[in-house]
Structure formats: C-alpha cells, structure tokens
C-alpha cells in the first residue's frame, strides 16, 4: 500500500513537472508567435504607406505618359515634370 502511494505520488510529481515544461514551451512559442505577429503588422502597415504614396502619384504618371501620345508635346514641359 505504501508503495503504491509512493508510486501515486512520484506519478503526481512527474505530471506536474511535465505540465510546466510544457506550459514553458508553449509560452515560449506565443511569444514568437506575438513577435511575428507585430513584425507582420508593421509590414502591413509600410506596405499600406507605400501604395497610398503610389496612388498619389498615379496621375501625374498617367499625365506624363498621355503627353508622349501627342506628336507636339514639349519635350522641354515633358523633362521638367518627370
């Protein structure tokens, strides 16, 4: 009988050590998790800067490349908008 308590609570022991490591390494791995997360975030975030700033500057492109079409646009004006 007093065997099997020992055993009980070895096993007990055992479990309880086995749950913290386990819980450790799943900290361990939400934090990667979380540091993916907000570099993903910032990512986002320039890529979304980046195309507004593109977008802005759309028209003046559209602009620039429907004055080539025309067989006398000044190529002086063209030169100094690019």
Do not use: H
């Not at 003046?60 to 063209?78: H, I, K, N």
Request: proline share 2%; net charge negative; hydrophobic share 35%.
């Amino acid at each position: 009988m007093e065997t099997e308590e020992m055993e009980a609570s070895s096993n007990g022991t055992l479990l309880a050590v086995n749950f913290f490591r386990g819980e450790e390494e799943l900290s361990s791995q939400m934090s990667s998790f979380n540091e993916a997360m907000t570099q993903t975030r910032e990512l986002e975030a320039r890529a979304t800067e980046e195309l507004r700033e593109i977008k802005q500057q759309g028209p003046s492109w559209l602009e620039l490349s429907g004055m080539t079409v025309q067989p006398d646009y000044d190529l002086e004006t063209f030169a100094n908008k690019v």
